[in-house]
């Protein structure tokens, strides 16, 4: 049981360039969600879903898409990357009862460039 | 705008001491609130949660008090450790479509620094 892992750990990219971060659980959990986390700042919502072939848009989508085809792998694509999308992000999973919240993973630190 | 907050930016406590973290939301519907840990360079991990028809929820060391009243949520660590050191953050969770998980919000978090 690994839990929630994202790939890659760290990525420069330079503007224009595209991107899609990895996220994938095995615990067979229906919510998944990506969050970005800049400095001083709590995590922003990005796009969630609540289950297979179902995804929508949360605080901050602009710039960012989605799929989410099996219920284990949630990525996130960067269509034309920007310096504001330099941040950290997060990939989260949950039990659709909610219970102990939701898992993280270990997060992508991103810069663009 | 967020409707979750936190009251301070930082807290330092001494090791054995009690710490308390607070944080203030706006919005009424939330149904659920979770309190997590992140040490630097990790993800956010789980400290506890509360539903909004508990008041009370106490774990190991910690205790998360709910006033819907003036909607205040507070972390209470019991006998401060160094390791307890790092950012805490509220997150409230708007529930829809009846599930219990919706839209998770943060505050900007708190950072602990505790002092041998």
């Known amino acids: 049981n690994a839990g929630v892992t994202q790939t890659p750990k760290f990525q420069v990219l330079k503007t224009g360039q595209s991107m899609t971060l990895q996220c994938a659980q095995d615990m067979n959990h229906e919510y998944m969600s990506w969050y970005r986390q800049d400095p001083g700042m709590g995590l922003r919502l990005i796009h969630y879903s609540v289950g297979a072939g179902i995804t929508d848009q949360g605080e901050v989508p602009n710039g960012y898409n989605v799929s989410r085809s099996t219920t284990e792998d949630f990525p996130l694509r960067l269509l034309s990357a920007a310096p504001s999308q330099t941040s950290v992000y997060f990939c989260?999973?949950?039990?659709?009862?909610?219970?102990?919240?939701?898992?993280f993973g270990s997060g992508t630190r991103l810069t663009v460039v | 705008g967020e409707s979750v907050g936190l009251h301070l930016p930082t807290l330092s406590v001494q090791e054995g001491d009690n710490s308390i973290i607070n944080c203030a939301y706006s919005n009424s519907a939330s149904d659920y609130f979770i309190w997590y840990k992140q040490e630097s360079g990790k993800g956010p991990q789980f400290i506890i949660d509360?539903?909004?028809?508990?008041d009370k929820r106490q774990g190991q060391r910690v205790t998360v008090l709910l006033n819907k009243t003036v909607k205040h949520l507070s972390l209470q660590i019991a006998a401060t450790q160094p390791g307890d050191s790092a950012v805490y953050f509220c997150?409230?969770?708007?529930?829809?479509?009846?599930?219990?998980?919706?839209?998770?919000?943060f505050g900007r978090g708190t950072q602990l620094t505790v002092w041998p």
């Open positions: 509360i539903r909004s028809n508990m």
């Open positions: 997150a409230e969770n708007i529930g829809e479509g009846g599930s219990t998980l919706g839209r998770l919000y």
């Open positions: 989260a999973s949950s039990l659709t009862t909610g219970a102990k919240g939701y898992t």
